[in-house]
């Protein structure tokens, strides 16, 4: 792999590097947002983002310039601008890490994007955990605030741009950008049906834009280098830029890695990942966070972008790399990864609030060897009634790890099956041990 | 209560939102740092704050998992149990726990400093095993810093072990 140069992650790579302000500017921080500011149509400014192919880190891989071209240019009231900061979906912790080292770049990014859809305010829906980024965010604020960066009338040119923390309280469904919303406005974080779409009706029924904290991180780039250099980045035309991946799990070097999204997770999981952290060999890896399909090691010279992993079968979604040694149980996994979504179903679907519920009952028979011959056709039928019929996409994406689990190993679903017939041959119905769920 | 402790706090979050109700998860946040969860008499207080009814508050409350509606210990041990942290030995971390503070999940100490919680996904699939007590997160955690982290707590109220601006 050829070595490369990072961008969003270069400032925090120089030695003593701590976020400050001055430290920002002196990398060349604010100079975007002055450019754009003294004199740059905001439609110019849509219109660069779209050129620069764009696209939404924070899962749906949604071209920015797009949604934000989406905004009514003509609406008389107020619009809004949501910096989603709830990195919560499992495997992924780039998000973090953009805020806590590096909070200004995040800042002119999301100042840049309020001027383009004509936002006045925009909140950063943090998610409630993130005690500490929240704190050096309000700090950074509250710096740029003072310089001038923010507030009334930035650099004299008449635009306000007032940007405010708002921190969530541990709802995993409240990083969909519906539910966000909801959130945000002081109710139970259930996803809203769409459409209407956020642009149109959005925060307080207002129009709109929620974009991910690593997508408004890439705007002051682009703004500063052009939509040609960040269009030949990666892979274009379709994905383009480079991605923050998140590798965690049986490697010798987890952590957050910048990449062209031409790479692949043979770069990423053994080239800067250090390989498998024993002798033990990959078995098993997740390309996107929880809500992706499983992969196997025959995938693991597929390309990091959008397309190339939709073609394998799964998708990059959050870029939450998770790596398995040969030895890890596979229904453990997709059990523990099942428990999370039970967990955090919102409960608003009856198939997702049900479903998740009974998957998580078969898959604890199953791993505690009480399953039943019948079982995979249940988990099965169970999954195609999930997938699809469901407000948001939190039901597609919570039956990813049982049925791409299902698909790759269910040999070993079968071989505990078996074991369980041979240990519960002769029991009678009722002496065998009933689950409930938790 | 809130009120006269907080009167600026309040008045700040409230010019933030146009819709009051948009200030109801910072102040529920708010009131679960002031008394360790949040009681009927603040959810009261809030719902007047914010012209909401105090089953509106409750509602809201009962949905997000941070918020407490029982008191709970002084340190709240959080242990993240999803997948990527299992991988790496999220199990062990419980036991240890267990052990060392002499409680099941979901239990608190008898002197009422530790409550121990086995939680979802905290955003920290790099670093683990961890877990969060109170605001702060304690990554790549092994059973010898467990005792450190817990003896600190116990002793001085602070732990220097506490993860600072992430570094990876």
């Given at each position: ?128 955990e ?309 | ?31 679960q740092?002031?008394?360790g969860y ?28 941070m918020?407490s509606?029982?008191p709970i210990g002084k340190f709240h041990v959080q242990v ?28 608190t100490?008898?002197?009422k400093m530790f409550t121990l919680s086995?939680v ?11 877990f969060q007590i109170n605001d702060d ?16 707590l ?15």
């Amino acid at each position: 792999m050829k070595t490369f140069d990072p961008i969003l992650l270069k400032n925090m790579q120089q030695p003593g590097y701590t976020g400050s302000l001055a430290e920002y500017e002196r990398a060349g921080g604010y100079q975007a947002l002055k450019q754009v500011l003294a004199g740059v149509p905001p439609d110019d400014v849509i219109d660069l983002v779209k050129k620069s192919g764009l696209r939404g880190r924070g899962g749906a891989g949604f071209p920015t310039g797009v949604k934000w071209g989406f905004i009514p240019k003509d609406h008389p009231g107020p619009k809004y601008l949501c910096c989603n900061a709830d990195e919560s979906e499992p495997g992924t912790f780039k998000d973090r890490q953009l805020m806590e080292r590096d909070p200004h770049q995040v800042l002119e990014g999301i100042a840049i994007a309020c001027y383009a859809i004509g936002a006045q305010t925009a909140y950063i829906y943090i998610r409630g955990e993130f005690r500490l980024g929240a704190k050096i965010l309000e700090r950074a604020i509250a710096e740029a605030r003072e310089a001038g960066h923010v507030g009334a009338d930035v650099y004299g040119s008449g635009v306000t741009i007032q940007i405010y923390v708002h921190a969530g309280a541990g709802a995993y469904i409240c990083g969909e950008e519906t539910a966000l919303l909801e959130s945000l406005e002081g109710k139970r974080g259930k996803p809203r049906t769409k459409p209407p779409f956020p642009a149109t009706h959005g925060l307080y029924q207002k129009p709109t834009v929620v974009n991910n904290v690593e997508t408004l991180a890439n705007v002051p780039h682009i703004v500063k280098r052009g939509s040609d250099w960040f269009a030949s980045i990666g892979s274009p035309p379709k994905s383009t830029g480079t991605r923050i991946f998140c590798l965690s799990g049986h490697v010798c070097r987890p952590g957050n890695y910048e990449l062209p999204v031409n790479a692949t997770f043979r770069d990423l999981i053994y080239e800067l990942g250090g390989g498998m952290r024993s002798d033990k060999p990959l078995k098993a890896f997740i390309p996107g966070g929880a809500s992706a399909p499983f992969l196997t090691p025959d995938h693991v010279d597929v390309q990091l972008d959008f397309e190339s992993v939709a073609l394998a079968g799964s998708m990059s979604g959050s870029g939450g790399v998770t790596a398995m040694e040969e030895g890890t149980s596979m229904v453990w996994a997709a059990l523990r990864l099942m428990e999370f979504f039970y967990h955090e179903s919102c409960g608003k679907c009856t198939p997702c609030r049900e479903g998740s519920a009974w998957i998580v009952q078969i898959l604890q028979r199953i791993q505690n060897k009480q399953g039943r011959r019948e079982d995979l056709g249940t988990l099965t039928d169970v999954c195609g009634n999930i997938g699809g019929r469901t407000v948001c996409a939190f039901g597609d994406a919570e039956i990813a790890p049982v049925l791409s689990t299902l698909k790759y190993w269910r040999h070993e679903y079968e071989a505990l099956i078996e074991e369980a017939e041979t240990l519960n041959a002769g029991r009678k119905a009722k002496d065998i041990p009933v689950l409930s769920v938790s | 209560m809130l009120r006269a402790k907080y009167q600026n706090v309040i008045d700040d979050l409230l010019s933030r939102y146009p819709v009051k109700q948009s200030a109801l998860l910072p102040l529920l946040n708010l009131a679960q740092k002031e008394e360790g969860y949040v009681s009927q008499a603040a959810m009261k207080e809030i719902a007047g704050i914010l012209d909401l009814t105090p089953p509106q508050v409750f509602e809201t409350v009962t949905f997000y998992t941070m918020l407490s509606l029982k008191p709970i210990g002084k340190f709240h041990v959080q242990v993240c149990r999803s997948l990527m942290c299992a991988l790496v030995g999220a199990d062990n971390l419980l036991g240890w726990l267990q052990k060392h503070l002499g409680i099941g999940v979901g239990q608190t100490t008898q002197d009422k400093m530790f409550t121990l919680s086995a939680v979802e996904c905290l955003g920290s699939c790099g670093t683990g095993p961890m877990f969060q007590i109170n605001d702060d997160y304690y990554e790549r955690l092994t059973e010898e810093k467990v005792g450190r982290i817990l003896e600190d707590l116990r002793q001085t109220g602070d732990c220097a072990m506490k993860s600072g601006p992430f570094l990876l």
